[in-house]
């Protein structure tokens, strides 16, 4: 009885996880450049207490959360000369809360006070030479190589190579997504930059979320739950009955 009961609570608790990253995919939907999470579940077995109590008959499922889709999104032209997107495989490099670098395809770019390229999110962007700083009053200019150039408002024909984005494309495999959204090494050291990395300016990349995909996903996950509750319902009538049988036997 006891087992069932573990059973039915384990299975209910960890749909509960899954339906959470479910949740968590289509609050992103049509957040720019992100990547939804995958969830698997694993086979465990119940173990025995102690030697000799029997063999492992009865399995669990645990949810655990594998990874991201790396599928691209689709990439709309903005005409924000701020905005960029990956064209491919690829990351950018950002500043983590933690001062550590974290990669992300959010190219929604901003200009800080002090004229410092940062995220929407305010993340500082790093370059291969480290931050990169837009002179004022002056109009940024993409490369498909990540080079970043500035033009001055008046003088439009004059550019200046002010610095260059840090493209990184490591392993897929080697990467793993922070709690804070970024994506890193599972090492925890910085990645190289690829000069093979392409980009594109005055552009987006959207989110890669299916939303009929999560929302069937989101159904399926809601009827197994039911499931695990009607397991624990019927492990409550099946203990009434036991404890019956035991009183009409006394």
Same mark, same amino acid.
């Given at each position: 009885m006891d087992k069932l009961i573990y059973t039915a609570m384990t299975g209910a608790k960890h749909l509960l996880n899954r339906q959470a990253t479910i949740s968590n995919n289509l609050a992103n939907a049509n957040t720019t450049g992100f990547r939804a999470e995958t969830t698997a579940f694993r086979v465990a077995p119940l173990t025995p207490g102690r030697p000799g109590e029997g063999m492992m008959t009865r399995y669990f499922a645990v949810d655990s959360t594998t990874g991201f889709d790396t599928t691209p999104g689709t990439i709309a032209t903005t005409g924000r000369e701020l905005d960029a997107a990956i064209d491919g495989n690829g990351w950018f490099t950002v500043q983590g /809360? /933690? +001062?550590?670098? +974290?990669?992300?395809r959010d190219g929604h770019f901003e200009l800080g006070a002090d004229g410092t390229l940062v995220t929407a999110s305010g993340r500082q962007v790093i370059g291969e030479g480290g931050p990169i700083t837009v002179p004022a009053d002056h109009r940024?200019?993409?490369? =498909? /190589? +990540?080079t970043v150039s500035a033009s001055p408002l008046s003088q439009p024909n004059s550019i200046i190579q002010i610095g260059k984005l840090k493209l990184v494309n490591p392993d897929t495999a080697e990467l793993q997504k922070g709690a804070d959204g970024l994506v890193r090494l599972r090492s925890g050291d910085?990645?190289?930059a690829d000069g093979n990395v392409r980009m594109v300016g005055s552009a987006l990349e959207g989110s890669n979320v299916n939303v009929v995909e999560a929302m069937v996903s989101m159904i399926e996950v809601s009827r197994q739950f039911d499931m695990q509750l009607q397991m624990l319902k019927n492990a409550e009538q099946n +203990?009434? =009955?036991g404890q019956k049988l035991l009183s009409n036997n006394t």
């Open positions: /809360d /933690d +001062g550590t670098e +974290g990669y992300t940024v200019l993409f490369g =498909s /190589d +990540g910085p990645a190289d +203990g009434q =009955s």
